[in-house]
């Protein structure tokens, strides 16, 4: 195909006729290319079958309209690596996935090139490029920033905006400005988390309180990528804090947190280590290793129940009586290594002194049960010594005030009055079956001296979370 014909028929398909495009079909189609075999291992298409791929496949995503799309490959996936023609992403690539990772990748298409010629980009297998090219990890850093944040204004408010920002916020220059922090408390958690995504991929100590915020979003999915990102700050300057038999293991998070179940624990010596309450308080403490760690045998420590009800002299103590507080194993402990994973046993656990409202020191030093067969190959023990996210006290109730009356119960009326409230709600699947429900009300009345509001059994459950508004004392 010839120059002519190849601008005439970007022409009809853009609207233009991009010169870095007409470069990459050009060298495509170059003897030296074929002969590589490049072409074939990134399974890229003519201009010709990605214009009819492209229109095949109109509407898979709302940037694709936008954004002037042209679809370069097709590796039988349905996933795809996208030429974007228009401003503010003009040249970038987009890989266009199936499950909802989408995001920017390359910021041309002789970027893209370069990553096949060089064995990044899929060989037989290719399904993503940017999961064998590091650098792709993080996208590309566009040129026009002021243009780029006009579009985010103009689509903050989109129907699909929890599509379209998610996939142009990795593409932005990373300040702690008035926008980004309308990105970091937007009420659709996709674009709070991708803002938490990017600033753990780029952090700086100055985008600190932008993580923070991102951190006490309501949602968990995006309190939890602001948690990481935080952390991610934070270790800049910060000392190793876990260790594997000895060896310093990098880490993306780690958070304690507190749930109050719906219902007490039934045996004596559940009561003994956790609590004889009506209802359950569970404490958790999680390290999130790296974006392996929800596989199955992967580390991901996890202690889910710690006994701080028995170390505290049976009670539930205030959080700042947390501080200086040993908790040790009497095989009452429910941890593990990650899921499907060992056990973790001679867990010891040693809180030391709030840093901030939601940061807490600890140590936790726990032993591997080794398995029957292939034993010999897993570590032996996991240290931990540093600064944890503290992701607060979390609640599931029919109605709100069932929740505010738990806590006060269960922590008096101070420690009540520090704390922050957030929640979102979820359909009700136990509508009208909900076991323990009755029992909870009563429960609540009996231990607070008072009348809860009991409401009627709802169509949604709140899902209500506690942080403190300042340093615990």
Request: aromatic content about 8%.
């Amino acid at each position: 195909m010839g120059v002519t014909e190849l601008e005439s028929l970007l022409q009809s398909s853009l609207g233009r006729a991009p010169s870095d495009l007409l470069a990459y079909f050009e060298e495509l189609a170059s003897d030296a290319f074929i002969a590589s075999g490049a072409k074939e291992r990134g399974d890229l298409l003519t201009a010709d079958a990605a214009i009819s791929l492209t229109r095949l496949l109109d509407g898979a995503h709302p940037l694709m309209s936008m954004l002037g799309a042209l679809v370069l490959d097709e590796s039988h996936t349905s996933n795809y690596h996208v030429y974007l023609a228009n401003p503010p992403l003009q040249g970038c690539i987009m890989y266009l996935s199936h499950d909802g990772d989408t995001r920017v990748v390359y910021d041309s298409p002789q970027s893209l090139l370069t990553a096949i010629r060089v064995g990044q980009g899929g060989v037989a297998d290719k399904t993503n490029i940017l999961m064998r090219d590091p650098d792709a990890l993080c996208s590309p850093i566009v040129a026009d920033q002021t243009g780029l944040a006009r579009f985010i204004e103009a689509t903050i408010d989109h129907d699909d905006v929890d599509m379209i920002l998610p996939v142009v916020i990795g593409c932005l220059e990373l300040k702690d400005t008035a926008l980004q922090r309308d990105l970091a408390t937007h009420t659709d958690f996709f674009v709070a988390e991708a803002l938490g995504d990017a600033i753990e991929k780029r952090p700086t100590p100055d985008l600190l309180e932008l993580a923070d915020l991102c951190a006490a979003h309501p949602h968990r999915q995006a309190a939890n990528a602001g948690r990481r990102a935080v952390q991610a700050i934070r270790r800049l300057n910060g000392k190793p804090s876990f260790w594997i038999d000895g060896v310093e293991t990098a880490y993306r998070s780690a958070t304690f947190s507190m749930e109050i179940g719906s219902d007490p624990w039934l045996t004596d010596a559940e009561k003994g280590a956790y609590g004889a309450d009506f209802r359950k308080l569970i404490y958790s403490l999680e390290i999130d290793v790296n974006e392996d760690s929800e596989e199955d045998g992967a580390c991901a420590p996890v202690a889910q129940c710690i006994p701080v009800w028995r170390a505290a002299g049976k009670r539930h103590p205030s959080l700042a009586g947390l501080e200086q507080l040993d908790v040790d194993d009497a095989n009452d402990w429910d941890a593990w290594f990650g899921n499907d994973a060992p056990a973790l046993q001679n867990n010891r656990l040693h809180f030391h002194d709030w840093s901030g409202a939601t940061r807490l020191q600890l140590t936790w030093h726990a032993e591997l049960v080794k398995s029957v067969h292939g034993g010999e190959l897993e570590p032996n023990a996991i240290d931990f010594d540093g600064e944890v996210d503290f992701a607060g006290i979390r609640i599931c109730v029919e109605n709100l005030e069932d929740a505010d009356h738990t806590v006060k119960a269960v922590w008096g009326e101070a420690q009540f009055a520090a704390l922050r409230r957030t929640y979102e709600t979820i359909p009700n699947v136990y509508r009208g079956q909900r076991p323990g429900l009755s029992q909870l009300i009563a429960g609540i009345k009996r231990f607070c001296g008072m009348i809860a509001s009991e409401g009627s059994v709802g169509e949604r459950l709140f899902v209500v979370t506690y942080t403190p508004t300042k340093l615990p004392s």
